[in-house]
């Protein structure tokens, strides 16, 4: 199977790095329905719709997810639209309703990233009770249960620690059940991932770090005669030379905003010593990985259009299925990635393919 592509939607003011550095990225609706087109065309299967709440971290403007998803549903044709959404913000039955209209607007591209949160001014500005670690991830297993629940059955009956749904109808039904995404690091996350999850992101890391995760959650998943396809996260610098390239990142973290990245770096590492583990998904992350929401410098899309194609394969052979990229300048970086690297990767694919069939 050919690996996916899918991109950051910059739904969220400040672009994807936590950087001075000027940026052709903006986050308008306008801005927003041309990347989309241009992702389209670029060949590009997904795009995810990030949700905020708060300002944080030069995030000043948000657009919510689900309803820009909706909005951009109109101006496309085949890109899949994945929204995310936050348990405990949202309630599910509601959450069931409004992605199954998305996928009737869209023509069955609806598809939903379940965040079970990590920045608790969301939820004590909203006036939610902040759980424990394993307990949000327990609340988003339930959030999961009845979305498909609720898609698939006539009538949902549910009772968890967290919700209940009293014989539920949901009409309309999804052009065809939606795909539900994930990310997390800890035990509860990829146990969680295991038992109700299609997909399972992972933050940006080595070829090592991520064939680690993919085989405890395969294995999880085996558990549960289940399988779960998996996403990696990457920020994409192609330039014409590797030396250029680099330089842009380092350009990228000389102009880092150090208050911003600090003020980050305290939010999630509190998150992550609330799990068990006392880890989280940016443990063992430096201030400059931190420049990148999603530790996206490590997973190495830095290079020549080549060297990145290369890297691609990598991560395909050892069970990547989607590459989840992020730009500095969507206007131009959406376009050149489409031309440039995506028909190196289904090149390399097909004489991947070809080796393989020959042994």
Known sequence: MSVKFAYWVPNVSGGLVISKIPQRTEWSFEANARYARYAEEAGFEFALLQTRFIASYGAENQLEAITLAS??????????????????????????????????????RAAVNVVSGWFKGEFHGYGEPWLDHDERYRRSEEFIRILKQMWSEEETVFRGDFYRINGAPLKPKPVSPPPVFQGGNSAAARQMAARVSDWYFMNGNDIDGFKAQIEDVKRLAAAHNRTVKFGANAFVIVRDTEEEARAVLQ???????????????????????????????????????????????????????????????????????LILTGFLHYEEDILAFGKNVIPLVREKEEALGKTVSAR
């Open 71 to 108: 909005a951009l549903a109109a101006v496309t044709q085949n890109i899949k639209l994945i929204a995310a959404v936050l348990p405990g913000l949202w309630h599910p039955g509601v959450v069931a309703k409004m992605i199954s209209t998305l996928d009737q607007i869209s023509h069955g």
């Open 251 to 321: 350009d990228i973290i000389h102009h880092a905003d150090p208050e911003a990245v600090e003020g980050f770096r305290s939010q999630v590492r509190f998150a992550g010593q609330a799990s068990p583990e006392r880890q989280g998904m940016w443990a063992n992350s430096d201030f400059s990985n931190l420049v990148q929401y999603n530790d996206g410098f490590k997973t190495g899309l830095i290079g020549t259009a080549e060297q990145v194609a290369d890297r691609i394969i990598e991560l395909k052979k050892i069970g990547v299925d």
